[in-house]
């Protein structure tokens, strides 16, 4: 299957992306997932209230990450 963005309109491409960055905190702090919660649900929650793309939500959460490893660098 192919689910290149050649095959979905722009309009299309924005509600999936919108939907992605609205539920995020459904997946990205799903401890059953077997992936590492880094982040409370609330906090994804409120990332998702400035972000619009999900480019937008991971450069936010690199920052956040990157910020965190520094400190822990630090002490």
Not at 3 to 16: D, G, L, N, V
Not at 53 to 59: A, E, F, G, I, S
Request: proline share 5%.
């Amino acid at each position: 299957m192919d689910f290149s963005t050649a095959h979905f309109s722009p309009a299309e491409i924005q509600k999936q992306n919108q939907d992605l960055v609205n539920h995020a905190n459904d997946f990205l702090t799903d401890e059953d997932s077997g992936l590492p919660v880094f982040l409370e649900p609330e906090a994804v929650q409120l990332l998702s209230f400035w972000c619009r793309t999900p480019q937008q939500m991971r450069r936010f959460i690199g920052i956040i990450l990157n910020a965190k490893y520094r400190v822990e660098k630090d002490h």
